[in-house]
């Protein structure tokens, strides 16, 4: 994890920039000579490279090397599925012209949004799964609008928030504070949208690697661990050691690590937006 010396300097965490090891380095040098030579591949379109560096530079090669153990053979098949997986998806279709037109509606029966950051800078994201009402929510949208909508908040994240972080903290900000609320859930409720949370987990596992800083389950009830035996398998084993699972009483674990005035005063904290934090995409990406 980061550090900070005794001057009050930030110290990059290994296996980050400016803290790799000559091993680590070459395995990024390699991966992107590698990336560069690599042209109409069944994974790019006729002269284009699989290499885009404007969009992922020596930082984005490095969360595709450190999920794969920095193995510059898996980093690149890794890399190279993500290329293909854009293009079928149309990622940059969905960033240019995606609108969420009903995104006030979907809120009223799974909230989903950012709101502010926590105490190390990090985007703070949270989830509502305990009021989610499948029947209402996919009256007024649709699981492939919804995985969408995902992509379109990563890809923001990725461009917006994650750099306005960066700016705000003084150093590089790589990661999210989530927090998945089960009060109120439903095992059937949660059968009945499963598909959306195992392609949801698959596309931030296989296509935002190293992402994920903190991830709080909360108002977890007795039966969640009949749940998370289905989810765990499907996340591997760096992911599963970042989850922290806490029942009700949570609130304290919580304001160690998000400020007060930036955690909702519905899960402890004492921040009320104007127009609710679910909807205000409160933080420093939307500072005028």
């Known amino acids: ?39 109409e591949t069944e994974f790019a379109l006729e ?16 969360r595709f090397l450190r999920a794969r153990k920095f193995n510059v053979a898996a980093s690149k098949a890794m890399w190279l599925a993500n290329e293909k997986w854009r293009k079928e998806f149309g990622v940059d279709e969905i960033v240019k012209s995606f609108d969420y037109h009903e995104k006030a509606d979907v809120d009223k029966y799974y909230p989903q949004f950012y709101h502010k950051v926590d105490k190390d800078g990090r985007p703070l994201y949270i989830e509502r799964l305990g009021t989610l009402d499948i029947d209402a929510l996919y009256s007024v949208t649709t699981p492939e609008r919804q995985l969408k909508r995902l992509v379109y908040e990563y890809e923001k994240s990725m461009t917006e928030r994650l750099p306005a972080c960066s700016a705000l903290v003084g150093h590089p900000v790589s990661t999210y504070c989530t927090i998945l609320d089960l009060k109120d859930v439903s095992i059937r409720s949660f059968y009945r949208v499963k598909d959306y949370v195992m392609s949801a987990a698959s596309i931030g596992q296989d296509h935002y690697p190293e992402t994920m800083g903190k ?74």
């Open 1 to 39: 994890m980061a550090t900070t010396d005794i001057k009050g300097e930030y110290q990059p965490p290994p296996g980050y920039l400016g803290n790799l090891s000559s091993e680590q380095q070459s395995a990024l040098d390699q991966l992107k000579k590698e990336l560069k030579g690599q042209k």
């Open 215 to 288: 991830f709080y389950i909360i108002n977890a009830p007795f039966l969640f661990t009949g749940v998370w035996s289905v989810v765990k398998p499907w996340l591997d084993e760096v992911t599963v050691a970042k989850i922290q699972v806490l029942g009700a009483k949570n609130k304290d674990v919580l304001l160690a690590q998000i400020p007060e005035e930036n955690l909702p005063k519905s899960l402890g904290g004492s921040c009320q937006c104007s127009e609710g934090c679910s909807l205000s995409d409160a933080g420093p990406w939307n500072r005028l």
């Open 47 to 62: 002269g284009e490279d699989t290499f885009v560096e404007s969009r992922m530079g020596d930082a984005g090669l490095l």
